[in-house]
């Protein structure tokens, strides 16, 4: 990620673990929406909102980055006619936090997103071509990370959306993305909006596949989010007891509860500490 986007933008995109969708016809859910206390909100001008409502969407959304809103706006794909009037739209905003671009597959156009609004890119995978070149994506100039659209990926296979089915291309982008430097990516969106065991069942899932961050669709789903990303007690207090025996044992071997501490460990310890207060 070497492209122009502000510093704090790109830090606010890798660090998020919850991402809140708010339809961009909806004007009036955009300041609710921060109020739900995810991490990042993402005013979508693309599925949720009808062909006739485009224009006006995308006004709306204009309107409120130039006042006191931030937040990242999900444009139209790149086949859409919508595409371009978008960037045009969102370019130089200072309220634009990042670009979620849908259905990308071509490492050059999303570079070239994120250089003509100024703002880093979320690049969502959503087809077998996007997959195919999902390490180039994430390496791609501009691209601050990858999210993966597992409900038209299925569609694009011709296979169901369960686990089984998607775990290779959810284990390819958090290849990718560490191949390329970049935070885990983001996991799809949970349907069930009405059962949080089913919501925490997804989120175990893709944090124990590396995946680090999750799309969201109701305001409900952001307090299970951050406590699944949130480290348990019992990590927390294995982190400060591996960094505290590392302190003490002035640059000899390590062994904390019979394990030997090296490198790796020593890095997983500060990662914990570094996520216990968020």
Same mark, same amino acid.
């Given at each position: 990620?070497?492209?122009?986007?502000?510093?704090?933008?790109?830090?606010?995109?890798?660090?998020?673990?919850?991402?809140?969708?708010?339809? =961009?016809? $909806?004007?009036?859910?955009?300041?609710?929406?921060?109020?739900?206390? #995810?991490? /990042?909100?993402?005013?979508?001008?693309?599925?949720?909102?009808?062909?006739?409502?485009?224009?006006?969407?995308?006004? *709306?959304?204009?309107?409120?980055?130039? =006042?006191?809103?931030?937040?990242?706006? $999900?444009?139209?794909?790149?086949?859409?006619?919508?595409?371009? #009037?978008?960037?045009?739209?969102?370019?130089?905003?200072?309220?634009?936090? #990042?670009?979620?671009?849908? %259905? *990308?597959?071509?490492?050059?156009? +999303?570079?070239?997103?994120?250089?003509? &609004?100024? @703002?880093?890119?979320?690049? !969502?995978?959503?087809? +077998?071509?996007?997959?195919? $070149?999902?390490?180039?994506?994430?390496?791609?100039?501009?691209?601050? $990370?990858? @999210?993966?659209?597992? !409900?038209?990926?299925?569609?694009?296979?011709?296979?169901?959306?369960?686990?089984?089915?998607?775990?290779?291309?959810?284990?390819? /982008?958090?290849?990718?993305?560490?191949?390329?430097?970049?935070?885990?990516?983001?996991?799809?969106?949970?349907?069930?909006?009405?059962?949080?065991? &089913?919501?925490?069942?997804?989120?175990?899932?893709? +944090?124990?596949?590396?995946?680090?961050? %999750?799309?969201?669709?109701?305001?409900?789903?952001?307090?299970?989010?951050?406590?699944?990303?949130?480290?348990?007690?019992?990590?927390?207090?294995?982190?400060? %007891?591996?960094? *505290?025996?590392?302190?003490?044992?002035?640059?000899?071997?390590?062994?904390?509860?019979?394990?030997?501490?090296?490198?790796?460990?020593?890095?997983? *310890?500060?990662?914990?500490?570094?996520? %216990?207060?968020?």
């Amino acid at each position: 990620m070497t492209s122009t986007a502000p510093d704090e933008h790109v830090a606010a995109v890798g660090s998020a673990r919850s991402f809140l969708f708010v339809p =961009g016809d $909806r004007p009036e859910r955009f300041d609710k929406a921060v109020a739900a206390g #995810a991490d /990042l909100v993402i005013i979508d001008l693309e599925d949720a909102v009808g062909t006739e409502h485009k224009a006006s969407a995308r006004d *709306a959304a204009v309107a409120w980055l130039r =006042g006191v809103g931030s937040a990242c706006v $999900r444009v139209n794909a790149a086949d859409n006619p919508e595409h371009h #009037a978008d960037l045009a739209a969102l370019a130089g905003l200072a309220g634009l936090v #990042a670009v979620v671009l849908p %259905k *990308a597959s071509d490492p050059g156009a +999303a570079s070239a997103v994120a250089h003509q &609004v100024g @703002a880093p890119v979320v690049a !969502l995978v959503e087809s +077998a071509a996007g997959m195919l $070149r999902a390490a180039e994506i994430a390496a791609a100039d501009g691209v601050a $990370r990858l @999210a993966f659209g597992h !409900l038209d990926y299925a569609v694009d296979l011709g296979s169901d959306n369960g686990r089984t089915a998607m775990l290779h291309a959810r284990s390819t /982008l958090v290849l990718a993305s560490r191949a390329a430097g970049l935070p885990g990516p983001v996991d799809g969106v949970t349907v069930a909006l009405d059962d949080q065991g &089913v919501l925490a069942d997804d989120l175990a899932h893709a +944090a124990g596949l590396g995946l680090t961050g %999750k799309l969201l669709i109701h305001p409900r789903q952001v307090e299970a989010t951050h406590t699944a990303y949130r480290p348990s007690p019992d990590e927390v207090a294995w982190a400060e %007891k591996v960094l *505290a025996a590392v302190a003490d044992s002035s640059g000899g071997a390590v062994r904390v509860d019979g394990d030997m501490v090296d490198a790796p460990v020593i890095a997983r *310890a500060h990662d914990i500490l570094r996520r %216990k207060d968020r």
